[in-house]
Structures are given as C-alpha cells and as structure tokens.
C-alpha cells in the first residue's frame, strides 16, 4: 500500500479564501484521523470518523471549518473562508483501531502545510 | 478530559549518549494505550514505541524502551546509545479503546549531537 496520501503537499492562499485539503487513507482501515499542527499549540486532533462516520468533532476551531468522508477511501477537510491564524500544518492519519490485530497505531500522511496571508 | 503534558520542549544529547524524555498524562481510565512517535525533520510521523497499560512490562523496541509508572501516570523513552538520525520531534500520546481518540502531547525538539 502507498500509505496515506495527502494533498495538496503546500497551500498559499490569501485570506477569505476557501481551502480544501484531501486525503486518502490505507485501504482497509476503518479510522480517519485529521489533525493540526502548530509551534504553539502542539498536535491537535480536529474530528476522527469510524467506518465514514464522523464520531468526535469537538476539535474543529469554528464553523469555517468542515470535514467529510464521502467513502471509505477519501475524506476533505474544508475551510471556507480561510484567516491567517489557520496557518498551519494539516495531518490525515488513518488507523486499523484494536479490532482484531490492530494496535491502535497512527499512519501519518505527509501532511499539508497551509499558509493564509 | 484525558490530558498529556511533555514538560521539556527542547533537548540535546551527544551521540552515543542515553537520553530520557518526561511524559506524564492525566485520566481516570484503568485501561489504555500509550504511544511515543517520533517526527523527523521531513515530517512524516512514525510510531516508536507503544505500551498498554493493563501489561506491568515496559515496552521496548532495540534502542528505545519507556518507563512506565501508572500510578505516577507516567511513560518516558529512553533512548540508548542515540544516533544522528534519532534527531526529531517525539510526540508522547494516549488512547482509550472505548473511543479510539488519540490525544498527542505537545512535543520534545530532540538534537543530537555529533
């Protein structure tokens, strides 16, 4: 498997603008994870879903921000309008959770670096 | 809320020397899954070690192995003997099965030192 793939890899854009980021996560897994990474606050997770269902979106900063998982191998996550405090960069990361042989383990995308002027 | 603090942004070791990293997490869960992953200058985030909390046996993997104290709610790496490419950013993280959410501390710069 290719792993998660994420893009687009890097994001300028100016402020107000809608910004959409995609991901793709390893086949068969039933865990999709989005996260935001940023110097002053760390890894933090903003919504997961479980089998395309989002389960936990008490992450997600405001409105402007959406998430969806249309199917099992896509999910989006969408900021519309973008500000420059949304500077960031944006983690998808997919996991077999613990049925059966999972552990739990995270596999990370290579993450989307967004920048808002 | 399950909370994980990492109290040292920053450290250096020399190479070849053994380093510690603190993690210390707060829940009122009895069961549950620690992990430390490690992000390298080019970003991508691997899993380096993991442990679940109901096994007494602290985890090892070759040169990494934590130390874990539950009822000090504590679960440090080690690293031995470290290397130029241990170079990194370590994320300390924890897991509740009922919920499979993963909470990440908010980090330890590592640099090792030629």
């Known amino acids: 498997d290719a792993g998660v793939i994420q893009s687009p890899r890097h994001e300028v854009t100016e402020m107000g603008q809608e910004v959409t980021l995609r991901c793709k996560p390893i086949s068969g897994h039933d865990y999709l994870f989005w996260y935001r990474q940023t110097m002053m606050r760390g890894l933090e997770l903003l919504i997961y879903f479980n089998n395309n269902v989002p389960i936990d979106d008490s992450g997600m900063p405001e409105d402007r921000f959406s998430a969806k998982m249309p199917n099992a191998s896509f999910s989006t996550l969408k900021i519309q309008p973008s500000e420059p405090r949304d500077s960031a960069v944006y983690f998808c990361a997919s996991s077999p959770g613990l049925q059966g042989d999972g552990t739990g383990e995270l596999f990370f995308g290579e993450g989307s670096r967004l920048t808002v002027l | 809320a399950q909370t994980v603090t990492q109290s040292q942004p920053e450290m250096s070791v020399q190479e070849a020397e053994t380093v510690t990293l603190s993690c210390t997490y707060d829940?009122?869960?009895?069961?549950?899954?620690l992990f430390w992953y490690k992000q390298p200058p080019s970003r991508q985030m691997i899993l380096v070690i993991r442990?679940?909390?109901?096994?007494?046996q602290n985890a090892t993997e070759n040169r990494f192995s934590v130390n874990f104290q539950k009822a000090a709610k504590s679960f440090s790496l080690k690293i031995s003997d470290s290397q130029l490419g241990d170079t990194a950013m370590y994320f300390c993280?924890?897991?509740?099965?009922?919920?499979?959410?993963?909470?990440f501390g908010k980090g330890t710069r590592l640099h090792i030192l030629p």
């Open positions: 829940t009122s869960e009895s069961n549950y899954y």
């Open positions: 442990q679940e909390a109901y096994k007494q």
């Open positions: 993280a924890f897991m509740k099965p009922r919920d499979d959410k993963i909470i």
